[in-house]
């Protein structure tokens, strides 16, 4: 009885120390800041950032500077007032990874990190505009889906996630049963046909069967289709030992100006295999580049990988390959970013899995030189802070809009 009545008093004392000390930590806690816009000029980088609101007080923003995609452990370089939400941070250098943290009177918040745009990928406005959307379905056989959440059950909430999506250039990742099974009425590709969308191209998992992994449908009232015949011709990556990953390839021509566009939808290897991505990235580039060359070229899908430390320990290969040919992650140079902070897949968790060294995003949109990214989303459907439900897939829809040079 002693000991209990010992422990008893240990246990009081410890929670009336912690009573005391819990509402002015939670009241001093800001969330982690996010880049909610981007401006390239003269020569420097001002971004906008947004947290949510922690109380009333004084707010600071803490800005130090890193190596990419490394946490710092170096001193403040840039310290300055900042409202309750928001604050807009002028003079950082461009192509540079920075880290902020928000302070409430003196006591700081958790770390957000991200890479400034470089000043060749200042937004310019030009003749062609164009929207480009890519969307992992989910459950790439038919065995694996039925276990779960079934496609014939989601159908509806998928063909919502498409029109919420509405963009020119769509692909669709993991659309086996999208195109095979199913209500007729709700299959991709009368869906899309509905919407005034035609296939650009696509990846065949055999000669015999079409599964239509990867997809690519572009809308015919902005693009024509050109070689529709050879560009209907994907490929998966056998020759890196993975059947089940591919990509296929389309030259657009967009009907008002004329340019002529370069697009390959990509899904590569998942799990810890960075040097098979780096193959399979650097197959699907020299084969985009080499049939169209000249062309400005988009490369979308999911890469199963992202720029963030908490892959895997993984060196995002995909991300490099594409950045040595010139190639830019259109989250990187966005001049608008919606959601940032969230991961694009969430494996159905109702309460969004989210980064703070992004974008921590596997679905990406890669673009070549010369095209800026006015605006990029994650298309995430919340309910307050929770994901709605039922969910269309394991993964959010990633659209950018595109200023094509």
């Known amino acids: 009885m002693r000991r209990l009545l010992s422990l008893l008093t240990v246990l009081a004392l410890a929670l009336g120390v912690l009573s005391a000390l819990s509402p002015a930590g939670a009241a001093a806690q800001p969330s982690a800041p996010w880049v909610s816009a981007q401006v390239v000029a003269g020569g420097s980088v001002t971004v906008s950032l947004d947290w949510d609101y922690a109380g009333s007080g004084r707010y600071e923003i803490l800005v130090s500077s890193a190596g990419p995609d490394v946490y710092p452990a170096d001193a403040i370089s840039k310290r300055m007032p900042a409202g309750p939400t928001h604050v807009d941070v002028p003079g950082l250098a461009p192509g540079t990874t920075y880290c902020y943290a928000v302070t409430l009177d003196g006591r700081g918040g958790p770390r957000s990190c991200k890479v400034t ?3 060749s990928r200042a937004v310019v406005p030009t003749g062609t505009s164009t929207t480009a959307a890519t969307f992992n379905l989910g459950c790439g056989s038919k065995s694996n889906c039925n276990g779960g959440w079934k496609w014939k059950k989601r159908q509806k909430q ?3 996630d498409i029109d919420r999506m509405n963009s020119d250039i769509m692909v669709f990742v993991e659309a086996h049963l999208a195109h095979k099974y199913g209500k007729k009425k709700r ?6 046909a509905q919407r005034g969308y035609t ?5 065949q998992k055999n000669k015999k069967r079409k599964l239509y992994s990867q997809t690519l449908y572009v809308r ?3 693009y024509d289709v050109v070689d529709a015949k050879r560009n209907s011709k994907g490929s998966r990556f056998k020759m890196f030992g993975d059947r089940n990953h591919g990509f296929c390839r389309a030259l657009l021509q967009h009907r008002a100006s004329g340019k002529q566009i370069a697009v390959a939808a990509t899904h590569l290897r998942n799990g810890n295999a960075d040097g098979t ?3 399979e990235t650097s197959y699907v580039l020299n084969q985009v580049t080499g049939a169209f060359p000249g062309r400005p070229t988009i490369v979308l899908g999911d890469f199963n990988s992202h720029r963030g430390l908490d892959r895997r320990g993984q060196s995002d290969a995909p991300g490099q390959v594409m950045a040595g040919a010139g190639f830019a992650d259109a ?3 966005a001049a608008q970013l ?3 902070y969230l991961n694009s897949a969430h494996a159905y968790k109702v309460d969004p899995p989210q980064s703070s060294t992004w974008p921590t995003h596997v679905d990406r949109i890669f673009v070549s030189a010369g095209i800026t990214v006015p605006r990029w989303d994650n298309i995430a459907v919340l309910n307050g802070s929770k994901y709605a439900t039922p969910m269309a897939s394991d993964h959010n829809p990633i659209r950018a809009t595109l200023y094509i040079p």
């Open 117 to 119: 745009p470089p000043v």
């Open 158 to 160: 998928v063909v919502a």
């Open 187 to 192: 299959w991709i590709g009368k869906a899309m």
């Open 199 to 203: 296939l650009a191209c696509l990846t």
């Open 220 to 222: 015919a009232s902005v």
């Open 277 to 279: 991505r780096h193959q």
């Open 331 to 333: 989250s990187d140079i």
């Open 338 to 340: 919606t959601y940032p």
